[in-house]
């Protein structure tokens, strides 16, 4: 079973608008990182935040970590057309493995 | 630098037909090496992964399996493919201290 669940299944915004979308997860994790795919490719890695951390910036891009909650959220901050794909949360769990396990996604459509 | 690559890009095999996707990785000692699978409009479910040669874990049981015979190389097979095979499956390595993965472009594989 899929370890994270993003919200929403999809969002669409207008260009300079903020994008939040947020990812629940089940079980101990190590860190979680999120993805960005665009259409028919692979992923690309853009942020990992680790278990102890709380908040992490990358450019535009803010990332919050609750393990009380078991749940983070990504937000990318004045989105461009060129942000339009889909953007997954993925966990490794506190298990000592090797495990990567994604979450289902959110399709982000950024309109000019 | 690291890079990875995944072939064939795309194939269309009829029902019953065997299958060998393969991904090798360059730049790079003993990395971790999964093999994942996206339905259309889906995340990605893990299928296997690898530590170390010969070195196969399976997530799932299915009509595929998977094998490392070499540091660099991960080879996903069937011998019968199935109308459920059908999707685009991606290749990935992380270095074994962890971190984030890196993915090749996918092979889109057409049961028909």
């Known amino acids: 079973s899929q370890q994270g669940e993003e919200d929403p299944q999809a969002l669409s915004i207008q260009e300079g608008e903020n994008a939040t979308m947020n990812c629940s997860y089940k079980?101990?994790?190590?860190?979680l990182q999120w993805y960005r795919q665009n259409s028919g490719r692979g992923l690309v890695h853009l942020i990992l935040?680790?278990?102890?951390?709380r908040e992490k910036h990358s450019g535009r891009l803010r990332v919050t970590l609750d393990t009380s909650k078991k749940s983070s959220s990504l937000l990318i901050t004045a989105s461009r057309a060129a942000d339009t794909a889909s953007y997954f949360c993925a966990t490794d769990a506190n298990t000592g493995g090797f495990k990567t396990i994604f979450g289902a996604g959110t399709r982000l459509f950024v309109k000019a | 630098s690291q890079t990875i690559h995944q072939w064939p890009a795309t194939l269309v095999q009829p029902v019953g037909s065997p299958l060998s996707l393969e991904c090798t990785v360059e730049?790079?000692?003993?990395?971790?090496l999964y093999w994942y699978r996206q339905a259309a409009g889906r995340g990605l479910q893990l299928l296997f992964y690898s530590v170390g040669i010969g070195q196969i874990s399976s997530e799932v049981p299915q009509n595929l399996s998977a094998s490392r015979p070499q540091d660099r190389q991960f080879i996903l097979s069937s011998k019968k493919l199935l109308l459920s095979d059908s999707g685009f499956y991606l290749c990935?390595?992380?270095?074994?201290?962890?971190?984030?993965?890196?993915f090749g472009e996918g092979s889109r594989l057409t049961v028909l």
């Open positions: 079980t101990s994790i190590n860190n």
């Open positions: 990935a390595w992380r270095a074994t201290s962890g971190g984030e993965l890196f």
């Open positions: 935040i680790r278990s102890n951390e």
């Open positions: 730049g790079t000692s003993n990395p971790n």
